[in-house]
């Protein structure tokens, strides 16, 4: 339930009441019994809940800085390519028997 905020028009008593979206607002002051105005405030702030919120939740590697431990400027290394085979010094590429 959002919290209102008014004043009074007669006596200048600000006050805030706690009242559902379905009420109607306050008329009478709680002090005097003057007439109360509505005030406009400023809101409340955004409520960011479940994911996709943040960078981290938009890339998903292997390098996280969140996974990694260092400071995420770790670059990926690509696995040595396998060694290539020798040539026989010979030139007899021929199965011995």
Do not use: H, W
């Not at 008329?27 to 960078?55: D, E, H, N, T």
């Not at 400027?73 to 060694?83: C, I, V």
Request: aromatic content about 8%.
């Amino acid at each position: 339930m959002p919290t209102y905020e008014y004043k009074c028009d007669s006596c200048g008593y600000i006050f805030e009441e706690l009242q559902s979206i379905k009420d109607d607002p306050l008329s009478k002051c709680p002090k005097c019994g003057g007439k109360v105005q509505r005030l406009i405030g400023p809101g409340a702030g955004l409520i960011f809940k479940g994911s996709g919120f943040y960078l981290t939740d938009y890339k998903k590697s292997n390098t996280s800085p969140s996974t990694s431990g260092g400071n995420g400027n770790a670059k990926k290394t690509e696995p040595a390519a396998p060694p290539k085979a020798e040539k026989s010094s010979t030139g007899d590429n021929k199965p011995k028997s």
